[in-house]
């Protein structure tokens, strides 16, 4: 790709975004983690340019006060494109997990979207949680809507070292009406493809499935699509080498029965409680090994 055609193509991507409207700007703040010395950042609002330095600045205070970046949680409706990569990329160098909202179908509220911060709280009507999370239900539109995470709040969460969450939606690159339109049909073409590309190639260097990155591109920009519960099972979880290191040290994860009728074995539990510390001390490992390498690549360091 020459240096003009690579000119030409950011001017044209810092003209794209995945959601418009007037949703409120984002918001980064820091929540305590259970594990060592990890932190979560938690991103709340409308993706915008500039927003990739602010989340700069909050992984770096974290770790430049001895901490590491385990995890980020992403609430957003999503935003512009580009700031959306560079933060995605980010995310990778710090081996940082990546929480979406999770869906109501396993409390049995149809709709409903949890977007958990700190503790796990109760629901309330009001929208909100007795922990300050947020809430929202999509059927009745109470609640808070950055309660979500679609268009390019998708591809920032593809970035995570560990994948989590169940409420994600997709849909093809929606770009600036005055300036696209304003090209004939030619240059549309080649404007898009080249976009179409960038994303792809992104989604791939996040080992994200070409059928998933199809399905993105297939949706019109007009409508959402939410991936279903099928579609994620391939895509969440930990990275495959991160997956196979807790394996490899830890072995199976010893599932316990699960409600209040049966008590779990003394011997099971114990052994549960041993491959979770086993699993918390591996992905802490990992996330500190991804701070040293963050302050070399990005903090200057």
Same mark, same amino acid.
């Given at each position: 790709?020459?240096?003009?055609?690579?000119?030409?193509?950011?001017? &044209? !991507?810092?003209?794209? &975004? &995945?959601?418009?409207?007037?949703?409120?700007? @984002?918001?980064?703040?820091? +929540?305590?983690?259970?594990? %060592?010395?990890?932190?979560?950042?938690?991103?709340?609002?409308?993706?915008?340019?500039?927003?990739?330095?602010?989340?700069?600045?909050? @992984?770096? =205070?974290?770790?430049?006060?001895?901490?590491?970046?385990?995890?980020?949680?992403?609430? =957003?409706?999503?935003?512009?494109?580009?700031? #959306?990569?560079?933060?995605?990329?980010?995310?990778?160098?710090?081996?940082?997990?990546?929480?979406?909202?999770?869906?109501?179908?396993?409390? %049995?509220?149809? %709709?409903?979207?949890?977007? /958990?911060?700190?503790?796990?709280?109760?629901?309330?009507?009001?929208?909100?949680?007795?922990?300050?999370?947020?809430?929202?239900?999509? /059927?009745?539109?109470?609640?808070?809507?950055?309660?979500?995470? @679609?268009?390019?709040? &998708?591809?920032?969460?593809? @970035?995570?070292?560990?994948?989590?969450?169940?409420?994600?939606?997709?849909?093809?690159?929606?770009?600036?009406?005055?300036?696209?339109?304003?090209?004939?049909?030619?240059?549309? +073409?080649?404007?898009? %493809? *080249?976009?179409?590309?960038?994303?792809?190639?992104? !989604?791939? +260097?996040?080992?994200?499935?070409?059928?998933? =990155?199809? *399905?993105?591109? #297939?949706?019109?920009?007009?409508?959402?699509?939410?991936?279903?519960? #099928?579609? *994620?099972?391939?895509?969440?979880?930990?990275?495959?080498?991160?997956? +196979? !290191?807790? *394996?490899?040290?830890?072995?199976?994860?010893?599932?316990?029965?699960?409600g209040n009728a049966v008590d779990p074995d003394p011997a099971q539990s114990a052994a549960a409680e041993e491959h979770n510390n086993c699993e918390l001390k591996t992905i802490e490992e990992s996330a500190k090994k991804g701070a040293a390498t963050y302050l070399k690549k990005v903090g200057g360091n």
């Open positions: 790709m020459t240096e003009k055609l690579i000119l030409k193509l950011l001017l &044209f !991507l810092s003209a794209l &975004f &995945f959601c418009g409207g007037a949703a409120k700007a @984002a918001s980064f703040g820091v +929540e305590e983690d259970t594990v %060592g010395r990890t932190k979560g950042i938690v991103v709340i609002g409308k993706i915008d340019p500039g927003d990739e330095l602010k989340f700069k600045g909050t @992984a770096l =205070s974290v770790i430049r006060s001895g901490n590491y970046v385990a995890y980020v949680k992403l609430f =957003s409706p999503g935003g512009d494109v580009q700031t #959306a990569l560079d933060i995605g990329r980010q995310i990778r160098i710090l081996r940082s997990e990546t929480f979406s909202p999770a869906s109501g179908e396993d409390v %049995g509220i149809p %709709g409903m979207r949890r977007c /958990m911060m700190t503790g796990q709280g109760q629901a309330h009507s009001s929208g909100y949680t007795d922990t300050g999370s947020m809430i929202y239900n999509t /059927m009745t539109r109470s609640g808070d809507p950055r309660c979500d995470c @679609a268009s390019a709040c &998708f591809l920032i969460w593809a @970035a995570g070292f560990g994948r989590n969450g169940d409420v994600l939606g997709v849909h093809r690159i929606k770009y600036d009406a005055d300036a696209f339109g304003k090209l004939d049909v030619d240059a549309a +073409e080649a404007q898009y %493809g *080249l976009a179409m590309r960038v994303v792809k190639d992104y !989604l791939t +260097e996040m080992d994200i499935p070409d059928n998933i =990155s199809r *399905l993105l591109f #297939a949706h019109s920009s007009a409508k959402m699509r939410y991936l279903t519960k #099928a579609e *994620l099972e391939g895509i969440t979880g930990p990275t495959p080498a991160l997956e +196979e !290191l807790i *394996l490899a040290r830890c072995g199976k994860a010893v599932e316990l029965p699960g």
